[in-house]
């Protein structure tokens, strides 16, 4: 289930992606990345609750440590995009 929650973050991270290239649209770019930014908060959220369920079912670390450190660095990237995209 948190792979789920991962490619709908990716797929919004594609969103603005493209909304980016378009630079006459830098208030409706602040909206996305408001709207963006929000959604990505509950999704990563659902992804390490997923993760932890995981691990609560299955009493393997292993598993839950990976999908977690997905959901870190798919935080961390989208943070950078997001940077990228206000400065």
Not at 9 to 16: H, T
Not at 29 to 41: I, N, P
Not at 45 to 53: P, R, T, Y
Request: contains cysteine; charged residues 20%; aromatic residues 4%.
């Amino acid at each position: 289930m948190a792979f789920t929650h991962l490619s709908e973050l990716i797929a919004l991270s594609r969103v603005l992606v493209s909304i980016m290239a378009h630079p006459a649209c830098q208030k409706r770019v602040q909206s996305a990345v408001e709207k963006v930014r929000s959604a990505t908060r509950e999704l990563l959220e659902h992804a390490k609750a997923d993760a932890f369920n995981q691990f609560a079912l299955t009493g393997t670390a292993e598993h839950y440590a990976q999908m977690h450190k997905n959901a870190l660095m798919a935080e961390m990237a989208l943070k950078q995009l997001l940077n990228q995209t206000v400065a």
